[in-house]
């Protein structure tokens, strides 16, 4: 078993394809991800699909929040989200309001790192309460050539973040895992490569394996 974590991104339109392809996938991932996509086409609707279909599934709505922290926190853990996520320039006072409504819900809050992003903020989230740091890659770069990512990986070494976790997102697919051998990441979000794939629990299981075989490799360096 992969000490890496495999999540779904379900970026799909409606529901009913988030539903169908979480199933296909489900004995071989480990986190449901409700995609921004899916919560703008559908809202919390699909929130509450997910958490009825999967009891017992970590589930993020990935709501990206950049105002009203505590208030949008709130609707997405009374759907039955176990995480919701932030945009890391809405600054700290956002951040509090969602780890407050974390807090009364039980749930946890994910930071995505923006442009920008300084240590110092990162260890502020942290200390904080902030559960999963989120490095999102552009689609702009083949993951060969994408050596931005590496260096906020590697950046995000250096930071003492205690039992924070570290999400890597952003377009990957299956052969990409190989091109961040000294990635330093926990969990790594999957949309399309599995959500399009004819045969979606075959995809993810495809991945889960890349994961392995990079684990065992002299380079690989997974936190866990």
């Known amino acids: ?6 999540q779904l991104a379900l970026d799909t339109r409606t529901t009913a394809e988030a539903l169908a392809a979480a199933t296909a ?11 921004t996509v899916l919560c703008l086409s559908e809202g919390f609707h699909a929130v509450r699909a997910l958490r009825a279909e999967f009891p017992d599934a970590p589930i993020v709505a990935d709501i990206r929040i950049a105002r009203a922290g505590r208030k949008f926190a709130d609707l997405a853990f ?55 740091i989120i490095a999102h890659r552009s689609g702009s770069f083949r993951a060969e050539d994408d050596d931005e990512i590496r260096t906020t990986l590697e950046r995000l070494e250096s930071v003492d973040r205690g039992t924070a976790r570290v999400t890597l997102a952003g377009g990957l697919g299956l052969g990409d895992l190989a091109y961040f051998p000294r990635g330093n990441f926990d969990v790594v979000a999957i949309g399309s490569t599995i959500v399009k794939a004819d045969d979606p629990r075959a995809a993810a299981q495809s991945l889960r394996t890349e994961l392995q075989q990079a684990e065992r490799s002299s380079q690989w360096q997974p936190t866990m």
């Open 25 to 35: 996938a489900a004995d071989a991932i480990d986190v449901i991800e409700a995609g």
């Open 1 to 6: 078993m992969s000490a890496v974590q495999v």
């Open 78 to 132: 009374s759907a039955g989200a176990s995480r919701v996520t932030v945009v890391g320039e809405s600054g700290m006072t956002v951040i509090s309001g969602a780890l407050a409504s974390a807090q009364s819900h039980g749930g946890e809050v994910e930071v995505e790192l923006g442009e920008n992003w300084t240590e110092d903020e990162v260890r502020k989230w942290v200390d904080s309460g902030v559960s999963h």
